[in-house]
C-alpha cells in the first residue's frame, strides 16, 4: 500500500471514530434529560425534619415522595392521580406558608365528622384504627386531645382556623368541607398538625413517600456540646464511618 493511501485510510478511521462517538454522545446526553426530566415530574427527594411522624419516620430519614400518583394534576403531570385514602402518608405546603414542606398521616376525608377523645379519633361515631399512632407520656392537653374543643383556645393554634372551625362543628364534630382533609402525625402528643392550623386542600397536595433512601443518625446533644462520657471520646474508625447513618433503614417502604 502506497503512503497516499496509508494517509487516507487513517483518515477515514478517524473520522469513523469521530462520527461513532458522537451519536454515542448524543444518546447518552438523551437518556440523561429524559431521566431527570422523570425524576423531576415523578420523584422528589424530602427529609424528615421534626419528630411529629415518630416512629413511622424519624429526624434524618430521606425520602423519595411520588408526585405523579396523589400529586396535583397540572397540564405538566401526563399521569392519571390516585384517589386519597385514610392512613395515606402525604408530603404538602404548609398551608400557612407555601415556602414549607410538611409531612403527615391523612386522618379526615372531605365530608367525615371527625372528632378526638381522649386523643383518640372518631369518625362518624366510630373509633378509628390506628396501630401507627404513638401517645408518649406528656402533659394533659384538652384542646389536643378532646378537639374540637371549643372552651379555650391553645396558644398554638391560629387564630384564622380558630374562626373558621366555630362555623364547622356540628355537634362537638368537625366537619371537613369538600377538597380538604385532616391530618395529623403519628407522634399524637408531639406534632403540630390540623389541630392547629387547619385543613391540607386537595392543591397543597405534592405527593406521597415511597422509600426511605437514606437515613442519617442525628448528633447527639452529648456530641455537640462536648459532654459525652470520657470512655465514648474516642471512637473506632468502624464506628466512624458506620455509625453516623441508620443502615437498617436503608431502602425501607413507607407505610
Sequence with gaps: MSDSSASHATVRSREAQHHGYLPALQSLLTIVVIAVFIITLAIQPFRIPSESMEPTLL??????????????????????????????????????????????????????HLKLHEGHVYIDGTALNEPYAVYRPSSPDNFRDNFPRLQTAD?????????????LIDNGELIIPAGNYFVLGDNRNDSEDSRYW????????????????????????????????PERTHFSLLESVLGFARWDRTFSIVR
Design 59 to 112: 429526624v434524618g430519614d430521606f425520602l423519595l415522595v411520588d408526585k405523579q400518583g396523589i400529586g396535583l394534576q397540572t397540564g405538566m403531570n401526563p399521569f392519571p392521580s390516585e384517589k386519597i385514602r385514610r392512613g395515606d402518608i402525604i408530603v404538602f405546603h404548609y398551608p400557612l406558608d407555601s415556602s414549607i414542606h410538611l409531612i403527615k398521616r391523612v386522618i379526615g376525608l372531605p365530608g367525615d
Design 155 to 167: 396558644p398554638e393554634i391560629d387564630s384564622r382556623w380558630w374562626v373558621r372551625m366555630h362555623t
Design 198 to 229: 387547619g385543613f391540607v386542600p386537595r392543591e397543597n397536595i405534592v405527593g406521597r413517600p415511597v422509600l426511605i433512601y437514606f437515613s442519617l443518625r442525628p448528633t447527639s446533644t452529648a456530641e455537640l456540646n462536648g459532654t459525652q462520657s
